[in-house]
Protein backbone atom coordinates (compact mmCIF):
# COMPACT_ATOMS: atom_id res chain seq x y z
CA UNK A 1 0.00 0.00 0.00
CA UNK A 2 1.10 3.74 -0.52
CA UNK A 3 -1.22 6.57 1.90
CA UNK A 4 0.66 9.57 3.10
CA UNK A 5 3.17 8.91 6.39
CA UNK A 6 2.63 10.87 9.51
CA UNK A 7 6.81 10.89 9.91
CA UNK A 8 7.09 14.65 11.03
CA UNK A 9 9.89 16.19 9.87
CA UNK A 10 10.79 13.80 6.73
CA UNK A 11 9.63 14.59 2.97
CA UNK A 12 7.53 11.52 3.06
CA UNK A 13 4.18 13.18 3.33
CA UNK A 14 3.55 12.58 -0.13
CA UNK A 15 4.33 8.94 0.11
CA UNK A 16 2.59 5.49 0.94
CA UNK A 17 1.48 4.07 4.49
CA UNK A 18 1.46 1.34 6.20
CA UNK A 19 -1.48 -0.71 5.72
CA UNK A 20 -2.01 -4.61 5.15
CA UNK A 21 -3.07 -6.11 2.98
CA UNK A 22 -10.01 -7.32 -7.55
CA UNK A 23 -11.37 -6.38 -10.96
CA UNK A 24 -14.03 -3.82 -12.72
CA UNK A 25 -16.78 -6.23 -13.46
CA UNK A 26 -19.90 -4.87 -14.68
CA UNK A 27 -20.08 -7.78 -17.42
CA UNK A 28 -16.45 -9.54 -16.87
CA UNK A 29 -15.71 -12.56 -15.70
CA UNK A 30 -13.02 -14.38 -13.36
CA UNK A 31 -12.40 -17.48 -10.43
CA UNK A 32 -11.48 -16.39 -7.25
CA UNK A 33 -9.61 -18.68 -5.42
CA UNK A 34 -10.52 -20.07 -2.04
CA UNK A 35 -7.96 -19.79 0.88
CA UNK A 36 -9.16 -21.72 3.49
CA UNK A 37 -11.37 -24.92 3.23
CA UNK A 38 -14.17 -26.02 0.86
CA UNK A 39 -17.08 -24.04 1.02
CA UNK A 40 -20.59 -24.59 2.20
CA UNK A 41 -23.28 -25.68 -0.30
CA UNK A 42 -25.45 -22.67 1.36
CA UNK A 43 -24.39 -19.19 0.41
CA UNK A 44 -24.14 -16.15 3.48
CA UNK A 45 -25.52 -13.69 1.72
CA UNK A 46 -25.27 -9.85 2.22
CA UNK A 47 -27.01 -6.89 0.73
CA UNK A 48 -25.73 -3.22 1.09
CA UNK A 49 -28.15 -0.13 0.76
CA UNK A 50 -26.92 3.09 -0.36
CA UNK A 51 -30.24 5.42 0.03
CA UNK A 52 -28.88 7.23 2.32
CA UNK A 53 -26.01 9.16 0.89
CA UNK A 54 -26.71 12.34 2.87
CA UNK A 55 -26.56 10.95 6.04
CA UNK A 56 -23.20 8.65 4.82
CA UNK A 57 -24.90 5.55 6.60
CA UNK A 58 -24.86 2.07 4.50
CA UNK A 59 -27.87 -0.21 5.58
CA UNK A 60 -26.39 -3.73 5.74
CA UNK A 61 -28.38 -6.97 5.56
CA UNK A 62 -26.44 -10.06 6.78
CA UNK A 63 -28.23 -13.34 6.03
CA UNK A 64 -27.00 -16.70 7.64
CA UNK A 65 -27.88 -20.13 6.82
CA UNK A 66 -28.07 -23.18 8.67
CA UNK A 67 -27.20 -21.77 12.11
CA UNK A 68 -26.82 -24.78 14.68
CA UNK A 69 -27.99 -22.93 18.42
CA UNK A 70 -26.02 -20.14 18.62
CA UNK A 71 -24.46 -17.48 16.35
CA UNK A 72 -21.37 -15.32 16.79
CA UNK A 73 -20.56 -12.34 14.44
CA UNK A 74 -17.77 -9.66 14.58
CA UNK A 75 -16.53 -6.19 12.98
CA UNK A 76 -12.76 -6.37 11.71
CA UNK A 77 -11.23 -4.26 14.23
CA UNK A 78 -8.55 -3.37 11.51
CA UNK A 79 -7.77 -3.64 7.89
CA UNK A 80 -6.00 -1.77 4.76
CA UNK A 81 -3.55 -0.16 7.57
CA UNK A 82 -1.36 -1.26 10.04
CA UNK A 83 -3.78 0.43 12.79
CA UNK A 84 -6.70 -0.91 15.10
CA UNK A 85 -9.61 1.57 13.83
CA UNK A 86 -12.40 -0.53 15.58
CA UNK A 87 -15.03 -0.14 12.95
CA UNK A 88 -17.64 -1.50 15.15
CA UNK A 89 -17.97 2.05 16.28
CA UNK A 90 -19.48 3.55 13.57
CA UNK A 91 -22.07 0.52 13.75
CA UNK A 92 -25.66 1.19 14.99
CA UNK A 93 -28.99 -0.54 14.82
CA UNK A 94 -28.02 -3.96 15.37
CA UNK A 95 -30.92 -6.47 15.27
CA UNK A 96 -31.63 -10.13 14.21
CA UNK A 97 -34.73 -11.90 13.15
CA UNK A 98 -35.13 -15.74 12.54
CA UNK A 99 -36.40 -17.50 9.06
CA UNK A 100 -40.20 -16.47 10.37
CA UNK A 101 -39.07 -12.34 11.10
CA UNK A 102 -39.29 -13.07 14.87
CA UNK A 103 -37.17 -10.87 16.63
CA UNK A 104 -34.33 -12.18 18.36
CA UNK A 105 -32.50 -11.14 21.06
CA UNK A 106 -28.71 -10.15 20.43
CA UNK A 107 -26.02 -9.71 23.17
CA UNK A 108 -22.64 -7.32 22.34
CA UNK A 109 -19.81 -9.63 23.96
CA UNK A 110 -16.96 -7.11 23.24
CA UNK A 111 -16.23 -3.77 21.20
CA UNK A 112 -16.53 -6.08 18.06
CA UNK A 113 -18.18 -9.25 18.88
CA UNK A 114 -22.05 -9.83 19.33
CA UNK A 115 -23.67 -13.53 20.08
CA UNK A 116 -27.72 -14.92 19.67
CA UNK A 117 -28.99 -18.11 20.03
CA UNK A 118 -31.22 -19.48 16.77
CA UNK A 119 -31.07 -22.32 14.86
CA UNK A 120 -31.57 -22.37 10.98
CA UNK A 121 -31.47 -19.21 9.02
CA UNK A 122 -30.90 -15.55 10.64
CA UNK A 123 -31.14 -12.30 9.23
CA UNK A 124 -28.89 -9.72 11.01
CA UNK A 125 -29.40 -5.98 10.02
CA UNK A 126 -27.60 -2.64 11.31
CA UNK A 127 -26.35 0.40 9.78
CA UNK A 128 -22.97 1.80 9.81
CA UNK A 129 -21.44 5.66 8.93
CA UNK A 130 -18.35 6.74 6.39
CA UNK A 131 -17.73 9.04 4.74
CA UNK A 132 -13.81 9.21 4.61
CA UNK A 133 -12.09 9.96 1.60
CA UNK A 134 -9.59 7.79 0.45
CA UNK A 135 -8.37 3.95 -0.37
CA UNK A 136 -8.27 2.85 3.22
CA UNK A 137 -11.75 4.10 4.41
CA UNK A 138 -15.04 3.56 2.88
CA UNK A 139 -17.56 6.95 1.88
CA UNK A 140 -20.90 7.27 0.96
CA UNK A 141 -22.03 10.62 -0.47
CA UNK A 142 -24.16 12.42 -3.13
CA UNK A 143 -21.40 11.97 -5.64
CA UNK A 144 -20.25 7.88 -5.42
CA UNK A 145 -19.97 5.46 -3.09
CA UNK A 146 -16.73 3.78 -2.19
CA UNK A 147 -16.47 0.62 -0.57
CA UNK A 148 -13.58 -1.22 1.05
CA UNK A 149 -15.83 -4.11 2.30
CA UNK A 150 -13.74 -5.27 5.47
CA UNK A 151 -14.38 -1.94 7.13
CA UNK A 152 -18.42 -2.43 6.60
CA UNK A 153 -19.14 -6.31 6.65
CA UNK A 154 -19.44 -8.40 9.88
CA UNK A 155 -18.16 -11.64 9.39
CA UNK A 156 -18.90 -15.15 11.26
CA UNK A 157 -15.21 -16.16 13.24
CA UNK A 158 -15.32 -19.83 12.43
CA UNK A 159 -17.27 -19.79 8.45
CA UNK A 160 -14.58 -17.60 6.83
CA UNK A 161 -14.31 -20.41 4.00
CA UNK A 162 -17.87 -20.36 2.94
CA UNK A 163 -19.24 -18.93 -0.03
CA UNK A 164 -20.61 -16.09 0.42
CA UNK A 165 -22.32 -12.86 -2.28
CA UNK A 166 -23.04 -9.73 -2.31
CA UNK A 167 -25.90 -7.37 -3.51
CA UNK A 168 -26.07 -3.56 -4.15
CA UNK A 169 -30.18 -3.12 -4.98
CA UNK A 170 -31.43 0.55 -5.37
CA UNK A 171 -28.37 1.95 -7.50
CA UNK A 172 -29.36 4.90 -8.69
CA UNK A 173 -30.00 4.84 -12.03
CA UNK A 174 -26.39 6.85 -13.69
CA UNK A 175 -24.75 5.29 -10.93
CA UNK A 176 -22.43 2.16 -12.59
CA UNK A 177 -20.68 -0.91 -10.31
CA UNK A 178 -17.00 -1.14 -10.49
CA UNK A 179 -15.55 -4.50 -8.86
CA UNK A 180 -12.77 -7.59 -8.77
CA UNK A 181 -15.98 -9.95 -8.38
CA UNK A 182 -17.35 -12.82 -10.50
CA UNK A 183 -21.08 -11.48 -11.35
CA UNK A 184 -24.27 -13.15 -9.96
CA UNK A 185 -26.42 -15.17 -12.51
CA UNK A 186 -29.32 -13.43 -10.50
CA UNK A 187 -28.66 -9.69 -11.08
CA UNK A 188 -26.25 -7.22 -12.34
CA UNK A 189 -25.87 -5.95 -8.93
CA UNK A 190 -25.00 -9.50 -7.38
CA UNK A 191 -21.62 -10.86 -7.24
CA UNK A 192 -20.09 -13.58 -5.48
CA UNK A 193 -16.94 -14.86 -4.18
CA UNK A 194 -15.10 -18.16 -2.99
CA UNK A 195 -15.25 -17.08 1.23
CA UNK A 196 -15.22 -13.60 3.03
CA UNK A 197 -11.40 -12.94 3.15
CA UNK A 198 -12.15 -13.21 -0.84
CA UNK A 199 -14.63 -10.49 -1.06
CA UNK A 200 -13.23 -8.19 1.21
CA UNK A 201 -10.04 -7.87 -0.75
CA UNK A 202 -12.43 -6.64 -3.53
CA UNK A 203 -13.27 -2.70 -3.24
CA UNK A 204 -16.14 -1.24 -5.00
CA UNK A 205 -16.63 1.69 -6.21
CA UNK A 206 -20.50 2.47 -7.17
CA UNK A 207 -20.71 6.06 -9.17
CA UNK A 208 -20.85 7.91 -12.71
CA UNK A 209 -17.28 7.12 -13.17
CA UNK A 210 -15.26 7.27 -16.62
CA UNK A 211 -13.90 3.74 -17.66
CA UNK A 212 -11.65 2.22 -20.23
CA UNK A 213 -9.71 -0.36 -20.68
CA UNK A 214 -5.96 -0.77 -21.50
CA UNK A 215 -5.27 -1.52 -25.34
CA UNK A 216 -3.69 -4.93 -25.88
CA UNK A 217 -3.21 -6.50 -23.00
CA UNK A 218 -3.84 -9.94 -22.34
CA UNK A 219 -5.40 -10.92 -19.78
CA UNK A 220 -7.36 -7.69 -19.79
CA UNK A 221 -6.69 -4.27 -17.49
CA UNK A 222 -9.84 -1.95 -16.98
CA UNK A 223 -9.90 1.35 -15.53
CA UNK A 224 -12.25 3.44 -13.61
CA UNK A 225 -11.72 6.79 -12.61
CA UNK A 226 -13.92 8.90 -10.90
CA UNK A 227 -13.19 12.49 -11.11
CA UNK A 228 -12.80 15.14 -13.42
CA UNK A 229 -9.45 16.97 -15.38
CA UNK A 230 -7.72 13.99 -15.83
CA UNK A 231 -5.17 13.16 -18.54
CA UNK A 232 -6.89 9.60 -19.96
CA UNK A 233 -4.32 9.30 -22.36
CA UNK A 234 -1.29 9.93 -20.56
CA UNK A 235 -2.43 8.18 -17.67
CA UNK A 236 -3.73 5.12 -19.88
CA UNK A 237 -0.07 5.20 -21.89
CA UNK A 238 1.78 5.02 -18.29
CA UNK A 239 -0.47 2.32 -16.82
CA UNK A 240 0.29 0.47 -20.06
CA UNK A 241 4.20 0.43 -19.63
CA UNK A 242 3.82 -0.22 -15.80
CA UNK A 243 2.16 -3.20 -16.20
CA UNK A 244 3.72 -4.71 -19.90
CA UNK A 245 7.25 -4.17 -17.55
CA UNK A 246 6.21 -5.44 -14.44
CA UNK A 247 4.62 -8.58 -15.88
CA UNK A 248 7.42 -9.36 -17.75
CA UNK A 249 9.79 -9.12 -14.72
CA UNK A 250 7.87 -11.64 -12.92
CA UNK A 251 7.07 -14.18 -15.19
CA UNK A 252 3.73 -13.54 -16.22
CA UNK A 253 0.20 -12.16 -14.97
CA UNK A 254 -1.00 -13.53 -11.80
CA UNK A 255 -4.62 -12.77 -12.09
CA UNK A 256 -7.45 -13.25 -14.99
CA UNK A 257 -8.44 -9.87 -15.10
CA UNK A 258 -7.02 -6.67 -13.30
CA UNK A 259 -8.77 -3.35 -12.02
CA UNK A 260 -7.03 0.22 -11.51
CA UNK A 261 -9.80 2.13 -9.36
CA UNK A 262 -8.76 6.13 -9.37
CA UNK A 263 -9.83 8.90 -7.11
CA UNK A 264 -9.14 11.95 -8.58
CA UNK A 265 -9.21 15.36 -7.76
CA UNK A 266 -8.45 17.76 -4.74
CA UNK A 267 -7.06 15.71 -1.87
CA UNK A 268 -9.61 17.33 0.84
CA UNK A 269 -12.18 15.59 -1.79
CA UNK A 270 -10.40 12.30 -2.27
CA UNK A 271 -7.89 11.85 0.01
CA UNK A 272 -4.29 10.30 -1.17
CA UNK A 273 -2.25 6.96 -1.49
CA UNK A 274 -2.77 3.62 -2.50
CA UNK A 275 -4.14 0.21 -1.69
CA UNK A 276 -3.23 -3.07 -2.76
CA UNK A 277 -5.47 -6.16 -3.34
CA UNK A 278 -5.25 -9.59 -5.12
CA UNK A 279 -6.98 -8.38 -8.32
CA UNK A 280 -7.04 -4.83 -8.40
CA UNK A 281 -6.31 -1.90 -6.36
CA UNK A 282 -7.62 1.57 -5.06
CA UNK A 283 -5.38 4.90 -5.46
CA UNK A 284 -6.79 8.36 -4.43
CA UNK A 285 -4.68 11.44 -6.21
CA UNK A 286 -4.66 14.88 -6.88
CA UNK A 287 -1.71 14.72 -9.74
CA UNK A 288 -1.23 12.63 -12.52
CA UNK A 289 2.59 11.87 -11.49
CA UNK A 290 1.71 10.60 -8.31
CA UNK A 291 -1.02 8.80 -10.23
CA UNK A 292 1.26 6.90 -11.75
CA UNK A 293 4.10 7.02 -9.25
CA UNK A 294 1.47 4.91 -6.77
CA UNK A 295 0.41 2.66 -9.58
CA UNK A 296 3.56 0.92 -10.09
CA UNK A 297 3.81 0.59 -6.44
CA UNK A 298 0.43 -0.99 -6.13
CA UNK A 299 0.78 -2.80 -9.19
CA UNK A 300 3.81 -4.44 -8.19
CA UNK A 301 1.89 -5.45 -5.03
CA UNK A 302 0.10 -8.28 -6.69
CA UNK A 303 3.44 -10.23 -6.60
CA UNK A 304 5.45 -9.20 -3.12
CA UNK A 305 2.70 -9.17 -0.44
CA UNK A 306 -0.43 -10.23 -2.01
CA UNK A 307 0.89 -13.43 -3.00
CA UNK A 308 4.17 -13.45 -1.71
CA UNK A 309 3.27 -13.55 1.72
CA UNK A 310 5.51 -13.73 4.92
CA UNK A 311 4.10 -16.17 7.54
CA UNK A 312 4.24 -13.80 10.29
CA UNK A 313 0.73 -11.81 8.25
CA UNK A 314 -0.55 -15.82 7.41
CA UNK A 315 -3.63 -16.69 7.93
CA UNK A 316 -5.12 -12.65 8.16
CA UNK A 317 -6.78 -12.27 11.77
CA UNK A 318 -9.03 -9.46 11.90
CA UNK A 319 -9.17 -8.97 15.70
CA UNK A 320 -6.04 -7.32 16.63
CA UNK A 321 -2.72 -6.87 14.93
CA UNK A 322 -0.68 -9.23 13.49
CA UNK A 323 3.38 -8.48 13.87
CA UNK A 324 5.86 -8.44 10.97
CA UNK A 325 9.76 -8.06 10.71
CA UNK A 326 8.77 -8.29 7.08
CA UNK A 327 7.13 -5.25 5.95
CA UNK A 328 10.65 -3.52 5.15
CA UNK A 329 10.79 -6.03 2.53
CA UNK A 330 7.13 -5.94 2.40
CA UNK A 331 6.53 -2.28 1.21
CA UNK A 332 9.55 -0.97 0.82
CA UNK A 333 11.38 -2.83 -1.96
CA UNK A 334 8.26 -3.05 -3.42
CA UNK A 335 8.93 1.32 -3.38
CA UNK A 336 12.24 0.42 -4.72
CA UNK A 337 10.09 -1.58 -7.59
CA UNK A 338 8.24 1.04 -8.15
CA UNK A 339 11.09 3.56 -9.07
CA UNK A 340 12.71 0.80 -10.77
CA UNK A 341 9.72 0.60 -13.12
CA UNK A 342 9.19 4.09 -13.67
CA UNK A 343 13.18 4.86 -15.07
CA UNK A 344 13.26 1.18 -16.87
CA UNK A 345 10.03 1.96 -18.87
CA UNK A 346 11.23 5.60 -19.58
CA UNK A 347 8.35 7.59 -17.41
CA UNK A 348 11.31 8.71 -15.30
CA UNK A 349 14.96 10.32 -16.59
CA UNK A 350 17.85 8.66 -14.80
CA UNK A 351 18.01 12.04 -13.18
CA UNK A 352 14.78 11.42 -11.29
CA UNK A 353 15.77 8.20 -9.83
CA UNK A 354 18.84 9.55 -8.81
CA UNK A 355 16.65 12.41 -6.85
CA UNK A 356 14.19 10.37 -5.30
CA UNK A 357 16.54 8.01 -4.27
CA UNK A 358 18.37 10.73 -2.95
CA UNK A 359 15.68 12.14 -1.20
CA UNK A 360 15.24 8.84 0.28
CA UNK A 361 18.55 9.19 1.69
CA UNK A 362 17.92 12.88 2.85
CA UNK A 363 14.90 11.58 4.47
CA UNK A 364 16.25 8.77 6.69
CA UNK A 365 19.49 10.62 7.69
CA UNK A 366 17.44 13.37 9.58
CA UNK A 367 16.21 10.88 11.51
CA UNK A 368 18.05 10.08 14.49
CA UNK A 369 15.98 7.47 15.59
CA UNK A 370 18.21 5.04 12.65
CA UNK A 371 20.99 5.09 15.04
CA UNK A 372 18.75 2.65 17.08
CA UNK A 373 15.73 1.26 15.85
CA UNK A 374 16.61 -0.88 12.84
CA UNK A 375 14.09 -1.49 10.15
CA UNK A 376 13.03 -4.91 11.35
CA UNK A 377 12.00 -3.24 14.37
CA UNK A 378 10.28 -0.08 12.47
CA UNK A 379 7.94 -2.90 11.00
CA UNK A 380 6.60 -4.72 14.37
CA UNK A 381 6.11 -1.15 15.23
CA UNK A 382 3.78 -0.55 12.14
CA UNK A 383 1.06 -0.40 14.77
CA UNK A 384 2.18 2.69 16.94
CA UNK A 385 2.40 4.67 13.43
CA UNK A 386 -1.33 6.37 14.29
CA UNK A 387 0.14 8.33 17.24
CA UNK A 388 1.38 11.32 16.91
CA UNK A 389 4.70 11.40 19.19
CA UNK A 390 5.78 8.44 17.20
CA UNK A 391 5.75 9.84 14.05
CA UNK A 392 8.78 12.51 15.29
CA UNK A 393 12.15 11.90 14.31
CA UNK A 394 13.66 10.77 17.30
CA UNK A 395 11.47 8.05 17.81
CA UNK A 396 10.97 5.97 14.45
CA UNK A 397 12.19 5.61 10.39
CA UNK A 398 9.98 4.49 8.28
CA UNK A 399 10.27 1.09 7.16
CA UNK A 400 9.05 2.22 3.71
CA UNK A 401 11.96 4.71 3.31
CA UNK A 402 14.78 2.53 4.86
CA UNK A 403 13.30 -0.30 2.49
CA UNK A 404 13.72 1.02 -0.24
CA UNK A 405 17.45 2.38 -0.15
CA UNK A 406 17.91 -1.48 1.59
CA UNK A 407 16.39 -2.42 -1.81
CA UNK A 408 18.36 -0.53 -4.33
CA UNK A 409 21.70 -1.20 -1.72
CA UNK A 410 21.63 -5.01 -1.76
CA UNK A 411 20.43 -5.00 -5.60
CA UNK A 412 24.25 -2.95 -6.26
CA UNK A 413 25.64 -5.93 -3.84
CA UNK A 414 24.08 -8.54 -5.63
CA UNK A 415 25.02 -7.53 -9.14
CA UNK A 416 28.51 -6.45 -7.79
CA UNK A 417 29.53 -9.98 -5.97
CA UNK A 418 28.58 -11.57 -9.37
CA UNK A 419 29.95 -9.44 -11.82
CA UNK A 420 26.30 -7.89 -12.57
CA UNK A 421 25.14 -11.84 -13.60
CA UNK A 422 22.78 -11.61 -10.20
CA UNK A 423 20.18 -8.88 -9.18
CA UNK A 424 17.67 -8.45 -6.62
CA UNK A 425 15.05 -9.01 -9.73
CA UNK A 426 16.64 -12.76 -9.61
CA UNK A 427 15.59 -12.59 -5.57
CA UNK A 428 12.06 -11.24 -6.82
CA UNK A 429 11.91 -14.17 -9.20
CA UNK A 430 13.03 -16.97 -7.17
CA UNK A 431 10.99 -16.08 -4.11
CA UNK A 432 8.03 -15.78 -6.62
CA UNK A 433 8.69 -19.23 -7.85
CA UNK A 434 9.22 -21.07 -4.40
CA UNK A 435 6.79 -19.39 -2.35
CA UNK A 436 3.77 -17.72 -3.79
CA UNK A 437 3.41 -19.70 -6.72
CA UNK A 438 3.38 -23.28 -4.30
CA UNK A 439 0.84 -21.09 -2.26
CA UNK A 440 3.86 -21.02 0.82
CA UNK A 441 4.38 -17.98 2.79
CA UNK A 442 7.85 -17.08 3.63
CA UNK A 443 9.56 -16.91 6.99
CA UNK A 444 10.73 -13.07 7.10
CA UNK A 445 13.71 -11.56 6.39
CA UNK A 446 15.81 -15.47 7.28
CA UNK A 447 13.67 -16.73 3.67
CA UNK A 448 14.71 -13.49 1.85
CA UNK A 449 18.48 -14.03 2.89
CA UNK A 450 18.02 -17.41 1.88
CA UNK A 451 16.77 -16.53 -1.61
CA UNK A 452 19.59 -14.14 -2.24
CA UNK A 453 21.89 -16.87 -0.76
CA UNK A 454 20.34 -19.32 -3.53
CA UNK A 455 20.44 -16.62 -6.11
CA UNK A 456 24.21 -15.73 -5.79
CA UNK A 457 25.27 -19.82 -5.24
CA UNK A 458 23.67 -20.24 -8.41
CA UNK A 459 25.66 -17.93 -10.55
CA UNK A 460 28.71 -18.28 -8.52
CA UNK A 461 28.38 -21.82 -9.37
CA UNK A 462 27.45 -21.88 -12.73
CA UNK A 463 31.16 -19.24 -13.91
CA UNK A 464 32.84 -22.43 -11.68
CA UNK A 465 31.22 -24.75 -14.13
CA UNK A 466 32.16 -22.70 -17.50
CA UNK A 467 35.85 -22.51 -15.96
CA UNK A 468 37.73 -24.34 -18.21
CA UNK A 469 41.10 -24.62 -16.20
CA UNK A 470 41.26 -26.60 -12.79
CA UNK A 471 40.28 -24.60 -8.73
CA UNK A 472 41.80 -25.08 -5.83
CA UNK A 473 39.32 -24.50 -3.12
CA UNK A 474 40.37 -23.47 0.22
CA UNK A 475 38.88 -23.63 3.36
CA UNK A 476 39.44 -21.06 6.04
CA UNK A 477 40.81 -24.29 8.05
CA UNK A 478 42.43 -27.36 6.59
CA UNK A 479 44.35 -28.71 3.31
CA UNK A 480 41.81 -27.79 0.71
CA UNK A 481 41.05 -29.69 -2.47
CA UNK A 482 41.04 -29.79 -6.29
CA UNK A 483 37.81 -29.27 -8.12
CA UNK A 484 38.13 -30.16 -11.84
CA UNK A 485 36.41 -27.93 -13.83
CA UNK A 486 34.53 -31.17 -15.61
CA UNK A 487 33.53 -32.31 -12.18
CA UNK A 488 30.17 -32.04 -11.18
CA UNK A 489 29.81 -29.16 -10.03
CA UNK A 490 27.06 -29.76 -7.02
CA UNK A 491 29.98 -31.27 -5.17
CA UNK A 492 31.00 -27.60 -4.32
CA UNK A 493 29.82 -27.03 -1.28
CA UNK A 494 28.21 -23.74 0.13
CA UNK A 495 31.16 -23.17 2.41
CA UNK A 496 33.71 -23.99 0.20
CA UNK A 497 32.01 -21.43 -2.07
CA UNK A 498 31.44 -18.49 0.29
CA UNK A 499 35.52 -19.51 1.02
CA UNK A 500 36.40 -19.14 -3.04
CA UNK A 501 37.98 -15.97 -4.41
CA UNK A 502 36.05 -15.88 -7.81
CA UNK A 503 37.03 -13.39 -10.26
CA UNK A 504 33.76 -12.28 -10.83
CA UNK A 505 33.06 -11.30 -7.80
CA UNK A 506 35.06 -8.30 -5.72
CA UNK A 507 34.87 -9.98 -2.61
CA UNK A 508 36.90 -12.65 -1.10
CA UNK A 509 33.91 -14.07 0.72
CA UNK A 510 31.01 -13.24 -1.23
CA UNK A 511 28.39 -15.34 0.95
CA UNK A 512 29.35 -13.58 3.90
CA UNK A 513 29.87 -10.06 2.41
CA UNK A 514 25.78 -11.24 2.01
CA UNK A 515 25.41 -12.50 5.23
CA UNK A 516 26.72 -9.49 6.96
CA UNK A 517 24.76 -7.02 4.74
CA UNK A 518 21.96 -8.46 6.74
CA UNK A 519 22.75 -8.28 10.08
CA UNK A 520 24.48 -4.85 9.76
CA UNK A 521 21.32 -3.16 7.89
CA UNK A 522 18.03 -5.22 8.27
CA UNK A 523 18.45 -6.51 11.77
CA UNK A 524 21.13 -4.13 12.88
CA UNK A 525 21.40 -0.64 12.88
CA UNK A 526 24.97 0.15 11.75
CA UNK A 527 25.20 3.51 9.33
CA UNK A 528 24.70 2.68 5.89
CA UNK A 529 27.77 2.88 3.83
CA UNK A 530 26.40 4.63 1.16
CA UNK A 531 29.61 6.00 -0.50
CA UNK A 532 30.78 2.24 -0.59
CA UNK A 533 27.78 1.04 -2.11
CA UNK A 534 26.96 3.55 -4.58
CA UNK A 535 30.75 4.19 -6.18
CA UNK A 536 30.02 0.34 -7.02
CA UNK A 537 27.55 1.64 -9.58
CA UNK A 538 29.73 4.33 -10.66
CA UNK A 539 27.63 6.82 -8.66
CA UNK A 540 28.67 9.70 -5.77
CA UNK A 541 26.40 10.80 -2.86
CA UNK A 542 27.34 14.26 -1.96
CA UNK A 543 25.51 16.13 0.85
CA UNK A 544 25.10 19.91 1.10
CA UNK A 545 23.52 22.54 3.44
CA UNK A 546 19.82 22.81 3.59
CA UNK A 547 18.91 26.44 2.18
CA UNK A 548 16.93 27.02 4.91
CA UNK A 549 17.18 24.32 7.60
CA UNK A 550 14.11 23.45 8.62
CA UNK A 551 15.86 22.27 12.25
CA UNK A 552 18.53 21.40 13.78
CA UNK A 553 18.23 17.56 12.80
CA UNK A 554 17.72 18.27 8.94
CA UNK A 555 20.94 19.81 8.42
CA UNK A 556 22.09 18.58 5.30
CA UNK A 557 20.49 17.38 1.93
CA UNK A 558 21.90 14.78 -0.57
CA UNK A 559 22.22 14.48 -4.08
CA UNK A 560 23.40 12.23 -6.39
CA UNK A 561 25.64 11.84 -9.32
CA UNK A 562 27.09 9.63 -12.12
CA UNK A 563 30.60 9.53 -11.68
CA UNK A 564 32.49 11.42 -15.16
CA UNK A 565 35.05 8.39 -15.37
CA UNK A 566 33.20 4.99 -14.14
CA UNK A 567 35.18 1.48 -14.91
CA UNK A 568 33.57 -0.73 -17.38
CA UNK A 569 32.13 -2.79 -14.32
CA UNK A 570 30.74 0.33 -12.58
CA UNK A 571 28.81 1.05 -15.54
CA UNK A 572 27.83 -2.40 -16.26
CA UNK A 573 25.82 -2.38 -12.87
CA UNK A 574 24.71 1.08 -12.82
CA UNK A 575 23.25 0.29 -16.59
CA UNK A 576 21.62 -2.87 -14.72
CA UNK A 577 20.21 -0.58 -11.86
CA UNK A 578 18.38 1.70 -14.55
CA UNK A 579 17.55 -0.48 -17.26
CA UNK A 580 17.08 -4.06 -15.41
CA UNK A 581 19.86 -5.21 -17.34
CA UNK A 582 22.55 -8.52 -16.88
CA UNK A 583 25.92 -9.30 -18.02
CA UNK A 584 26.41 -12.45 -20.38
CA UNK A 585 27.74 -15.62 -18.48
CA UNK A 586 24.50 -15.64 -16.55
CA UNK A 587 23.10 -19.51 -16.21
Known sequence: MRAPLALTGTSLATRHSPRATFFYLCSSVFICVSLFSPSAAATIRYTISLEQPDQHLFRVTMTVPEVRESLTVAMPAWNALYQIRDFSHRVGEVRAVDAAGSALPIAKLDKQTWRLSASGNVTLTYSIFWDEPGPFASQLNSSHAFLNLATLLFYIPDRRAEDVSIAFPGVPAAWRIAVALKPSSNASSSFVAATYDALVDAPVEIGPFTEFRLDSLTPPVRVVVHGENFDRSALADALHRIVVYQTGLMGGSPYDEFLFIYHYGPSALVGGGGMEHSNSTAISSHTLPAAISVGAHEFFHLWNVKRLRPASLEPVDYSHEQFTRSLWFAEGVTSAYGSYTLVRTGLWTPRQFYDDLAGEITALESRPARTWQSVEQA?????????????????????????????????????????????????????????????????????????????????????????????????????????????????????????????????????????????????????????????????????????????????????????????DRQRRIRDGLLRGTFDSGRP
Open 379 to 567: SLDAWLEKNPLYGRPEFSISYYNKGQILGVLLDILLRDLSDNRASLDDVLRYLNDNFARRNRPYGDTDDILAASRAVLTHVLRAHLAASSRDVILRPRLGRGRRISATNSISNISLFEISNLKFEISASPDPLFTLDSFFARYVSGTDPLDYATYLSKAGLKLTPRARPTPKSSTQPLVYDIAELPNPT
